[in-house]
Each structure stands twice: as structure tokens, then as C-alpha cells.
């Protein structure tokens, strides 16, 4: 494979910006090399959602989305999600329900989260398994961390302006499932 310099350019949390990468650069990579650390490298194969981000809304593991494959596009780290002083609306839940234990998995649930409610109309236990289910935690903080974004999606639920489809995971590589 090509070890070759090349550049992309994509949206990153609502800046324009242009990135040196090679063909078989992961976006992953790209972002923790420029400082969004926020992404976490997990297993690096797929299967864990530490390094989830999203891709023009959709949910997407960047262990294994290449970096050049975001070229025009729209991407969101964790960094865009809230800050240690102003944190997001899912983000102050999982600490009022003391859902962060080592906190490695957090960044990903707070994408694959920001996904399904800017996606969709219906936070049944169905759908939302749908989009949380390939966010894996080690330490096994589940329970807590379903209280948490079941308070979010509740009150999102009883708001009346809903959003239109357009987050769902896909099944392309690189996507989650
Ligand atoms: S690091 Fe585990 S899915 Fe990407
Ligand atoms: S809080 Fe430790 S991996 Fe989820």
C-alpha cells in the first residue's frame, strides 16, 4: 500500500479544515495526531465503539473509516459534544446517575447517543439498542449509563418539535453496524 502524502479536507466540528494523511491512514489516527484526543482507541477492529464519531450524522467507527473517505464531509468528535465546564445534556445525566466509572467508553456512548436523538422520532428500547448496542463497556457500567440516556430521551420524547430521520447506522465498512 502507498505510504504516499496526500491532503483531506473535511468539516470538523463545524470548521473548515485540511488535513496531511496517506491513503491508509485511518480517520482515527488523523484526529488524535491533530489533538482531538477525545476519540478513544479501543480494539481498533470494530467491535468496541470507543472511537465512534459521526460521519454527516451517522454514527461511525473511525478505527476503521479511512481518513480520506471523510473528504467533504461532515465530522463530529466528542469535542464538539460538551466541555469538562458545560457539558451536554447526556453527559451531565451520566454523572448525576454516576454512570462514569473509568470513563473510556463515554466519548463513544455520547456520539452513538447524539446520533439517535438527532435521528429519530421513536426512543423505544428497540431502536435505542439499535444504536447503542455496539458501544461496548469494560467496565461494565450499563445499567447506570441506560438510566442516563433514558432521562435524556424521556424529556426529548415529551418535547414537541421533532427532528427528521437521517443518523441511522449503516452497513458500509467503516460505519457501525
Ligand atoms: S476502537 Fe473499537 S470500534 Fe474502533
Ligand atoms: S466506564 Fe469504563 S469502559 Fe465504560
Known amino acids: 500500500m502507498t ?50 464519531v459521526l460521519v454527516d450524522g451517522k454514527a461511525t467507527y473511525a478505527c476503521l473509516y479511512y481518513s480520506m473517505q471523510a473528504e467533504g464531509r461532515k465530522v463530529r468528535t466528542i469535542e464538539s459534544a460538551g466541555t469538562f465546564d458545560k457539558p451536554g445534556e447526556f453527559q451531565k445525566e451520566l454523572i448525576a446517575a454516576g454512570a462514569v466509572q473509568c470513563g473510556y467508553c463515554i466519548p463513544g456512548m455520547v456520539m452513538s447517543a447524539t446520533a439517535l436523538m438527532e435521528s429519530e422520532k421513536d426512543f423505544s428500547d428497540e431502536i435505542v439498542k439499535e444504536y447503542m448496542d455496539g458501544n461496548l463497556c469494560r467496565c461494565t457500567g450499563y445499567e447506570k449509563i441506560w438510566v442516563a440516556l433514558r432521562r435524556v430521551l424521556d424529556r426529548q420524547e415529551a418535547a414537541p418539535a421533532k427532528k427528521p430521520a437521517t443518523g441511522k447506522k449503516t452497513s458500509s465498512k467503516g460505519a457501525k453496524k
Do not use: I
Open 3 to 52: 505510504r504516499t502524502s496526500h491532503t483531506v479536507s473535511f468539516t470538523l466540528n463545524g470548521e473548515k479544515k485540511t488535513f496531511s494523511t496517506r491513503p491508509d491512514e485511518k480517520l482515527l489516527t488523523l484526529l488524535r495526531r491533530e489533538g482531538y484526543r477525545g476519540t478513544k482507541y479501543g480494539c481498533g477492529q470494530g467491535t468496541c465503539g470507543a472511537c465512534t
